[in-house]
């Protein structure tokens, strides 16, 4: 399991408010070699940016609602901010300020502010509509609430409605006329390396892992394949005692449930359904606190470990979309699959390299102060997740679709 949990009381970090930083670390770039190491981003492409620039230059209160397909998603979106001419404020899980000490320094500092995703963290809420109310500058929320490694596939939104309404209803008070508009802002990665080279050195990797001897002989579609079957069985075989049969869709919904049902019924009372992450904001609001105040015994802290690696292996299982290679297998897509193999065994995937981002910014959709209450899902939030579905489907057309190097 990952650390992205920080086992101590929520203290909020505000964003740094001065100029002067975000503007040097624009001017040196110093995100480049961050990316290019890091992440494996050595180009970048923007498109549309006179949208955001318009907005901009209207004076509206400005969202940025990103799909979250990568970790590297909220660096590179300073590609876009230097095309744009102006700086970005971003809302940043708490565990990102507890990486390191130069991380804690810098995150501030290129406009990032704190908020608690195990309870409703008042603060940052605040914060983030004060910096639409205003316009100071752009603000960065990633609807997903967390990477998927999805690029192409995006996950139940959080509902970030009632952040931007607030701000528009407050913005309109506060300048006549004052709007707060969302810019659906879609990422897409497309890798142009040797993805036979890399999926091999991965895949022999994992396959030694599972005492496998190389399996080589298989295409590489097929070899993939493999792996994954062999993975999701041995997650049925420690959490059901067998594998399972049926379809894969099926396969996933169970083992999902058999993690998460006993813990909702014990901590919520009753076993939910629907998407996973906001499930798992349910369970760890109840589980946390009493961890993170010390108020609980050594023995019982490891059981609530336990419990939250299990809603972390279901997180993890919400990430891989059934039939995402055999609907379209493209290069793109198959590195995903591959770097979420390997993440999932040993919390680190591999840094490919060859990788150019396109930060494409979608129309602007104006905020109504006001919902209507008369349907069950926002309308704001439903026009949010069309745009962007829409704009990732189209990009991911543009992958190319993988061949074998012996096809003719």
Not at 67 to 82: E, I, Y
Not at 342 to 356: F, I, K, P, Q, Y
Request: charged letters at 30%.
């Amino acid at each position: 399991m990952q650390n992205v949990i920080v086992e101590k009381p929520y203290s909020f970090v505000p964003p740094h408010r001065g100029l002067f930083w975000p503007w040097l670390f624009q001017k040196l770039r110093i995100y480049e070699p961050h990316l290019r190491r890091r992440e494996g981003v050595v180009a970048h492409e923007c498109r549309h940016v006179e949208r955001l620039q318009d907005s901009l230059a209207a004076g509206h209160g400005i969202l940025l609602a990103p799909n979250h397909c990568r970790t590297s998603d909220p660096v590179v979106l300073g590609f876009l901010a230097r095309k744009a001419g102006t700086h970005l404020y971003c809302m940043a899980s708490w565990h990102l300020f507890h990486q390191s000490r130069l991380m804690s320094w810098v995150i501030p500092r290129m406009g990032a502010f704190s908020v608690n995703r195990e309870g409703i963290d008042r603060q940052a809420i605040n914060t983030a509509m004060e910096i639409l109310e205003t316009a100071e500058r752009p603000l960065v929320l990633f609807p997903e609430g967390a990477a998927s490694r999805n690029n192409d596939r995006l996950h139940a939104l959080l509902d970030i409605s009632f952040l931007a309404r607030g701000a528009a209803k407050k913005r309109a008070k506060r300048v006549a006329g004052g709007r707060v508009v969302i810019h659906p802002v879609a990422l897409k990665y497309r890798f142009s390396g040797d993805i036979e080279r890399q999926a091999d050195r991965v895949l022999t990797r994992i396959e030694a892992r599972l005492s496998w001897r190389p399996q080589t002989q298989l295409p590489l579609l097929e070899r993939v394949a493999k792996i994954g079957c062999a993975l999701l069985c041995l997650k049925e075989i420690e959490h059901f005692g067998r594998t399972q049969t049926g379809p894969l869709a099926a396969r996933l919904d169970g083992l999902i449930d058999r993690l998460l049902c006993p813990l909702e019924e014990e901590w919520l009372g009753t076993p939910r359904s629907g998407p996973v992450v906001p499930r798992i904001k349910a369970l760890r609001i109840k589980i946390l606190p009493d961890m993170i105040e010390g108020r609980v015994d050594e023995a019982e802290r490891r059981r609530r470990w336990d419990q939250l690696a299990d809603m972390y292996l279901a997180q993890q299982v919400s990430y891989y979309p059934p039939n995402y290679l055999n609907e379209y297998a493209s290069v793109d897509r198959l590195l995903e699959m591959i770097e979420r193999f390997e993440e999932d065994l040993t919390d680190r995937a591999t840094v490919h390299g060859s990788l150019t981002v396109v930060i494409e910014v979608g129309e602007a959709i104006e905020v109504s102060p006001e919902r209507d209450r008369s349907v069950e899902i926002d309308p704001l939030m439903r026009q949010l997740e069309e745009s962007l579905q829409g704009m990732l489907d189209r990009l991911a057309r543009e992958s190319p679709e993988y061949q074998p190097r012996d096809a003719s």
